[in-house]
């Protein structure tokens, strides 16, 4: 039996797009700069590194308080990387994510990781060979996001 103030670090692959709606949701709310994002084409991998919240422990009131904990994002297979609406120069800039979308082509597949204010990175990639995984201890946040439903019928 698991103590309520043991910590278990999440570790999940991807393989296929019902895997990246899962990383989707563990991923949303969460914050990352945009030196923590780096694509490594000899290596063929493209990696992020985010404050993810916690909102697994939070929907099942784990902490009393909420927390965040560093997670690794990684893409294998990548053949390349582009985004719109980031600077690699504004290196502490800070990115609000949003969402993973994936889109398939005849040839391709990009996988598109949507930030606030319209900020978009696309991965090509041959195939879906992704982890997520938490690292390192998480630490308390006083803030805790919250969103407004815009419309029901979506």
Request: proline share 3%.
């Amino acid at each position: 039996m698991l103590n309520k103030k043991e910590i278990i670090n999440l570790k999940i692959t991807a393989e296929d797009d019902e895997d990246l709606k899962v990383f989707s949701a563990y991923l949303q709310d969460s914050v990352i700069v945009v030196n923590d994002i780096k694509y490594l084409p000899k290596n063929r991998k493209f990696i992020c590194i985010f404050n993810r919240f916690m909102w697994e422990d939070a929907e099942r009131g784990i902490f009393r308080e909420n927390k965040r904990i560093r997670s690794a994002l990684v893409f294998n297979e990548v053949s390349s990387v582009k985004s719109k609406g980031i600077n690699p120069k504004t290196k502490e800039k800070i990115l609000e994510f949003l969402t993973i979308k994936l889109e398939t082509h005849k040839e391709s597949r990009v996988v598109k990781l949507i930030f606030s204010g319209g900020s978009i990175i696309k991965i090509e990639i041959d195939n879906i060979l992704s982890t997520l995984e938490d690292f390192g201890k998480p630490w308390k946040t006083n803030y805790k996001p919250k969103h407004k439903i815009l419309n029901a019928n979506i």
